[in-house]
């Protein structure tokens, strides 16, 4: 079978090739860790786990590195203005970020280095860069400044992103300055006085801490290698940070056009219901709130139901949709617990719209049809195939990982009724029932309700859901 995918870089859909046979080696930019992430860096996460699903079911050997960005200035900002520490800021929101990404069933990365522990190797590069004439040291106001040098790539700059000089130019007057020989040039090293407080190592520039282009490019190469497969991210990183990578990381060597990543894959942008997340409109969501109100499940559908490249409105009725979908999911296989699912490759057909592109939403109404024959199998060998083949493509998806009772049960919202407590009320109404006495029942089966929770009666008992 053959795997498709949209290359930024050449601007297509193209068959991948693995550079080396049988085996894919991937790079995914990962968290900036000074604040809890929202659900537009959760999308990424969520695309590339897919993906990376997909791959290790169809090559042998699949690293995936994701980093973690814990030097920068907007963790150095966040630190400034709450008074916490620079490593409890940055401990801390890693740590929630790990348990946020379990939430909505993402893997965890083979390799997730984190950009402090690897100052060594950026030092390294920036070193090699000076050496080869593709970097220089500010002098005067910009000493302890080290800047790539743009026109030292010639064309190559700018062919991920396809912008011209002059957009290329405005791009990076973000971090103008004076000193700039060039100024589309951009910062690979910079000072970091003692006295202003801020993290710095020691380096032939002075005292100092990296731009933040430079740890993709050494941390990708230490991991996988000067030439790898797949370079992923969002959409918003394409200028600066990739092409950035880019220059710095076959300017020294990889192979002016063999080198670094042979394919780039970027998701789109996430909007929130219908407008760009922000505080200040109230739609700003965090992954962290998202999981008060929903199973983590649930958001990892909305995120998918939409195609990786394509703009994403996320709504909360869309997720509210994306819960009834799985409830219904899951309200069939609750049907079929004693139904044994065979283990088993997932289908072909579950596999087809992830290899045209990682197509999400394809492979989501598979498993509805999946899903119908699932609800129309009337008997043990029917079931069986039904089920196996639900569960094999759902997996494939990170879907349906769940035991059927435990996502009706879910969890008790605050002062709510636990598990054991409302098994514990519908036994007592199991007994008020077989004594006759039916007000007590009903006056049980209201309780529940009032508490959120639904009973179902059928032939093999009662089975309870919450709202
Ligand atoms: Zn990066």
């Known amino acids: 079978m053959t795997l498709m995918i949209h290359d930024t870089l050449r601007g297509k859909k193209v068959k991948f090739r693995p550079r080396k046979k049988g085996e894919v080696r991937i790079y995914v930019c990962g968290p900036t860790v000074y604040d809890l992430a929202h659900i537009g860096n959760a999308r990424p996460v969520v695309v590339f786990d897919v993906f990376t699903r997909l791959l290790r079911r169809l090559y042998p050997k699949v690293t995936y590195v994701r980093n973690i960005t814990d030097v920068d200035d907007k963790i150095n900002a966040a630190a400034k203005e709450t008074g916490e520490s620079i490593q409890a ?3 801390r929101t890693t740590k929630i970020f790990h348990d946020d990404m379990a939430a909505l069933g993402n893997l965890p990365p083979d390799e997730e280095p984190k950009a402090t522990e690897h100052i060594d190797g950026m030092k390294d590069l920036v070193a090699k860069l000076i050496e080869s004439g593709h970097a220089y040291e500010g002098t005067g106001e910009a000493e302890g400044h080290v800047l790539f040098s ?5 064309d190559d700059y700018g062919k991920l992103s396809k912008l011209k000089r002059d957009e290329l130019v405005a791009g990076a007057r973000v971090e103008a300055a004076p000193y700039k020989q060039d100024p589309a040039d951009f910062i690979l090293w910079k000072p970091s006085p003692i006295e202003d407080d801020l993290p710095g190592w020691d380096s032939p520039w002075g005292r100092g801490r990296p731009g933040w282009h430079l740890e993709c490019s050494v941390m990708s190469e230490k991991f996988l290698g000067p030439e790898f497969d797949i370079h992923g991210g969002g959409q918003d990183l394409i200028f600066p940070h990739h092409e950035n990578e880019i220059a710095q990381s076959t300017c020294t060597g990889g192979g002016k056009d063999g080198g670094f990543a042979k394919y780039w894959m970027h998701n789109g942008y996430l909007m929130a219901e219908g407008e760009k997340m922000s505080k200040s409109l109230g739609n700003f969501y965090t992954v962290h709130e998202l999981l008060d109100e929903f199973p983590g499940e649930a958001i990892r559908l909305a995120l998918l139901k939409t195609h990786y490249r394509q703009p994403l409105d996320f709504t909360k009725d869309g997720l509210a949709e994306a819960k009834r979908e799985l409830d219904g999911f899951y309200g069939a296989l609750r049907k079929v617990t004693d139904v044994r699912a065979l283990p088993s490759e997932p289908s072909p057909a579950s596999k087809v719209g992830l290899l045209d592109d990682l197509n999400t939403p394809l492979a989501i109404s598979h498993l509805h049809r999946c899903l119908k024959l ?19 493509s759902a997996e494939l998806l990170g879907l349906l990982g769940q035991d059927p009772e435990a996502w009706f049960k879910g969890e008790a919202s605050e002062g709510g009724l636990d598990a054991a407590a409302i098994d514990a009320l519908i036994a007592e109404r199991g007994r008020a029932r077989e004594n006759k006495d039916f007000k007590r029942g009903d006056e049980i089966r209201d309780e529940l309700e009032k508490n959120g929770v639904l009973l179902e009666d059928g032939a093999q008992g009662t089975t309870w859901k919450r709202k």
């Open 150 to 154: 743009v026109p030292s790539m010639g």
């Open 374 to 392: 699932l609800n129309e199998a009337n008997d043990e060998g029917s079931k069986v195939a039904a089920k196996t083949n639900l569960l094999s």
């Open 89 to 91: 800021i940055t401990e």
